[in-house]
């Protein structure tokens, strides 16, 4: 699915591009109802956008342990 996430959500902004895999919308409750609706009335833009959408590799609880406890 096409991701719908806010300037000001940390992390996944590093891997949402605006309009190529999904939209970034203002941190406001109209801003992203907008968002949402643009994703449900215009189809050609939802495929495209989840055609485009990858999910990215997640570290294992075993790679986050190690990171976690490194140096200790």
């Known amino acids: ?9 940390g992390g996944v902004c590093q891997f949402i591009a605006h309009e190529e ?3 970034v919308s203002d941190p406001e409750p109209a801003a992203l109802a ?3 609706n643009r994703l449900w009335e215009d ?9 485009a959408a990858v999910v ?17």
């Open 21 to 23: 895999n999904g939209l």
């Open 56 to 72: 990215p590799e997640l570290p294992s609880w075993d790679q986050i342990i190690e990171r976690l406890t490194e140096g200790c």
């Open 43 to 51: 189809q050609s833009l939802y495929q495209r956008l989840r055609a």
């Open 34 to 36: 907008l968002a949402a």
């Open 1 to 9: 699915r096409p991701v719908l996430t806010a300037k000001d959500s």
